[in-house]
């Protein structure tokens, strides 16, 4: 990938635009320029795979800079953000950086702190493009052939998925976090007609409620204070193609009603506007909950509940799954060897053990994780236990031979309260619902039996 040199400028001065324009020209830079927030984003868009820094005023004619600076990381994630100001503070500098900004500048500052904090900021940027360029040569497509495992859980999982995907139905993922879910519903995406249109992911959980609303729906130019522009929403944004809403039991129940009338009309009303948009947007959920409880519980809207449940497919946690485990953790190793540049050949067989033996209530996720972290930590061309974390040095397991021919009471129900909680991807409250026993009565099992 050639190296790119190029900053976008906004400020609605001219003769700052200029005079700043041009000493970065003169270091090398090419630069582009807006003089309004409006225009300044379009630029982004146009250009967002060559920016490495948007050097932006902080108080522009149709927007304030640290509100937008959301916008400008959403259009070009891996470019930097510089913001100007002709009066800083301290607490706006604060303020800024917490908001993602690479750095908050006093306008008049010499033109060689300008260009020493604008060359960090463009090296961090051409850093994360390098590592980003490496991920997407070493990750797989997002496609059920690319999952890595041949356990039966896995694959009863994935001819489920694949029987939805070419249809228009809605999905719902269950599983618990870390499982995979973003993962299925991005195949399920790649292995429908919609491939070619968009895919937008969207955690629930992530945003605030009013926040949330205002992101999936979008807004009307003064709406509401500090709507100076109207904004397109994530629903429209996914249009033609699939919105992933993922962790769905944490949408509140108003936006509820909100998604419910999507699915049934394909047409939403942004906040602010009078006029109903049409979509023709899929929606794949997911979610770690017992969502049918909760709707019975009142905490979930039944009919959306029924509506987002038209096809099911439970994706199963990584405890259900131990044959996936050896394949998995290969794979995780040669990638983050890649990504770290060592000579990683594989593990040796003790480490492997210990990595089956764990009971991974992060799923997939934990797995990636402790993965990394080995990476980072070997010192020759094997991994091995000592370069695991402390809990996996220590643990020991019970020979399996001796408990599956101990037919007690004791080991019985020891053998059973395991199998759901392996089930149930560590959820005590599904566990002990399932067993039909109290949770404090589950909690004092685990520490009786050591689970």
């Known amino acids: 990938m050639p190296q790119s040199n190029t900053i976008l400028l906004i400020d609605d001065e001219n003769s700052l635009r200029q005079v700043v324009g041009r000493v970065l020209e003169l ?5 582009l320029m807006a003089a309004n927030a409006q225009r300044g984003l379009e630029v982004l868009r146009q250009h967002a795979e060559e920016v490495l820094v948007v050097l932006s005023d902080v108080k522009l004619p149709d927007g304030h800079g640290l509100s937008l600076l959301p916008r400008y990381k959403a259009v070009a994630p891996l470019a930097e953000v510089i913001l100007m100001t002709a009066y800083g503070t301290i607490a706006d500098g604060v303020q800024a950086m917490k908001s993602g900004a690479f750095d908050y500048l006093t306008k008049g500052d010499s033109d060689d702190q300008l260009l020493v904090v604008v060359e960090r900021a463009a090296e961090k940027a051409r850093l994360q493009r390098r590592v980003a360029e490496l991920e997407k040569q070493l990750a797989p497509q997002f496609t059920f052939d690319s999952m890595i495992g041949h356990s039966v859980p896995l694959t009863q ?5 694949l029987r939805v995907a070419p249809t228009d139905s809605t999905v719902l993922l269950e599983g618990p976090t870390g499982s995979g879910k973003e993962l299925f519903a991005q195949a399920i995406h790649a292995a429908s007609p919609r491939r070619s249109k968009p895919f937008v992911a969207v955690n629930c959980s992530a945003f605030p409620k009013d926040l949330l609303e205002s992101e999936l729906l979008g807004y009307r130019k003064g709406a509401f204070t500090g709507a100076l522009a109207d904004k397109r929403g994530l629903m429209e944004e996914a249009n033609g193609g699939t919105l992933f809403l993922d962790e769905i039991g944490e949408l509140p129940l108003e936006l509820q009603a909100k998604l419910l009338r999507v699915l049934e009309t394909q047409s939403f009303t942004k906040i602010g506007d009078t006029k109903p948009i049409s979509v023709n947007v899929r929606i794949v959920a997911a979610t770690n909950r017992n969502l049918r409880q909760e709707a019975d519980e009142g905490h979930f809207r039944p009919d959306l509940y029924y509506r987002l449940a038209v096809f099911t497919v439970a994706v199963p946690p990584l405890n259900a799954r131990r044959d996936d485990i050896e394949p998995l953790a290969t794979y995780f190793l040669h990638f983050y060897a890649a990504k770290l540049r060592k000579r990683l050949r594989g593990l040796e067989p003790e480490a492997l053990t210990q990595l089956q033996r764990h009971d991974w209530r992060g799923n997939v996720r ?36 001796d408990e599956a021919s101990d037919k007690t009471l004791r080991t019985l129900e020891k053998r059973q309260i395991r199998v759901v909680l392996q089930e149930t991807g560590g959820n005590k409250m599904e566990a002990a619902r399932q067993l039909g026993i109290g949770t404090k009565t589950l909690y004092r099992k685990i520490q009786e039996y050591g689970l």
């Open 27 to 31: 270091e090398g830079y090419t630069v």
């Open 157 to 161: 999982a994935k001819a489920l998925a």
């Open 366 to 401: 934990e797995l990636k994780n402790v993965l990394e972290r080995a990476a980072i930590l070997a010192d020759t061309d094997t991994l091995t236990v000592d370069d695991l974390p402390t809990e996996f040095q220590y643990f020991t397991a019970e020979p399996a031979s």
